[in-house]
C-alpha cells in the first residue's frame, strides 16, 4: 500500500490534472455555469467509468488501492503524458514501481571507480555522474568549466537541482534557463516518487522552497518529465553560445546512478 504522503500527492496530481482540462478538451459540453476552473468530478469518473465517490476518494487521498486498469482509465480520462502516467503508477505504488525501488539509501551514493574513470576518458567532452538525490558524484574538467567546480563546493552544494535553483552562474549558463529549470524539476519530481521513504528528497526540497520563488510557485503543480537525452542551448565561459546535444545513459550496476555527457553541435544562430 502507498504510503500516506504519495496518497495525498495522488490525490494532488488528481486534481490539478482535472483542474487544467476544459469539457472541450476531452469531448463533453460546457453545460452550466462553473464556479472553478476544469472538468467536475463526476465528468472524470464518467470518462474514467467509475463511481464519482471511488475517485473523490482518490483525490482525497484515500486509503484506497487502485489497480492498473484503473489507473490507465484516469490516465486516459485526465490526458497525461507518459511521464505522468509513470508518476501516477509510482504513486498509487508507494515507490515500489520507481527507479532502483528498494535499494539502501547509501548505496546510489557510492559510484564505482571504473565509472569515474570512464567520466575522466570522455574528456573533452562535458560528462558528469549524478546520483539518486542528483549529486554530482563524478565530473570531468570540461563539465567542471562550463557547469561549475562540482569538486570545490561543500557536500551539500554538489547539486544539480540545488545549483540550478540558487547557483546565479546557471541563469547565465542556461540560455534558455526558465523551460530548462521547470523540465530539470518535472524530472527531479519523477525520481523523488521513485524513493518515497528516502528523507534526502524531502530535505532538499524544503531547502529549495526556501531558497527559491520559482520552486515554491512550480513544486505544487506536480509537473513531471521523463529523463532522456536531447540538446540545449548553454553558454561556455570561453567559447560563448554554444548548441550542446546530450546523451543520458543509466549505470547498470546501479540504476539510480546517470552518466550524462555533452557535445557542442555549433554556435547558437
Keep these: 500500500m502507498a504510503a500516506t504522503g504519495d496518497l495525498q500527492a495522488l490525490g494532488q496530481l ?4 482535472r483542474e487544467r482540462l476544459r469539457p472541450s478538451d476531452v469531448g463533453l459540453p460546457a453545460g452550466s455555469r462553473r464556479r472553478t476552473a ?4 463526476e465528468e472524470v469518473a464518467l470518462l474514467a467509468n467509475m463511481s464519482v465517490t471511488y475517485y ?46 528498494g535499494t539502501a539509501a547509501a548505496a546510489a551514493e557510492w559510484i564505482d571507480p571504473e565509472a569515474v574513470a570512464l567520466v575522466q576518458r570522455l574528456e573533452p567532452f562535458p560528462t558528469i555522474v549524478k546520483g539518486r538525490r542528483w549529486d554530482v558524484l563524478a565530473s570531468n574538467p570540461s563539465a567542471r568549466e562550463l557547469f561549475a567546480d562540482w569538486d570545490a563546493l561543500p ?12 547557483a546565479p552562474r546557471a541563469r547565465t549558463v542556461y540560455l534558455e534557463w526558465e523551460p530548462e ?33 520559482e520552486v515554491r510557485q512550480w513544486w505544487p503543480r506536480h509537473d513531471v518529465m521523463a529523463v ?15 548548441n550542446y546535444s546530450h546523451v543520458v545513459l543509466q ?4 540504476p539510480d546512478q546517470t552518466l550524462v555527457t555533452y557535445s557542442a553541435a555549433g554556435a547558437v544562430g
Design 155 to 166: 557536500d551539500g552544494e554538489r547539486n544539480l537541482v540545488r545549483w540550478m535553483f540558487t
Design 38 to 41: 476544469g472538468l467536475r468530478r
Design 251 to 254: 549505470l547498470a550496476d546501479n
Design 228 to 242: 532522456g537525452s536531447g540538446s540545449k542551448k548553454l553558454r561556455h565561459p570561453r567559447l560563448g553560445a554554444l
Design 56 to 101: 473523490t476518494f482518490l483525490e482525497q487521498g484515500r486509503p484506497v488501492r487502485p489497480s492498473g486498469q484503473v489507473l490507465d482509465a484516469l490516465a486516459d480520462a485526465l490526458r497525461m503524458s507518459g511521464a505522468e502516467r509513470q508518476y501516477l503508477r509510482v504513486l498509487a505504488r508507494g515507490g515500489e514501481d520507481g527507479p532502483g525501488a
Design 14 to 17: 488528481l486534481r490539478s490534472r
Design 181 to 213: 529549470a521547470r523540465a530539470m524539476l518535472g524530472r527531479f519530481r519523477l525520481a523523488a516518487a521513485g524513493h518515497p521513504d528516502d528523507p534526502g528528497f524531502e530535505a532538499l526540497i524544503e531547502g529549495l522552497k526556501g531558497d527559491s520563488e
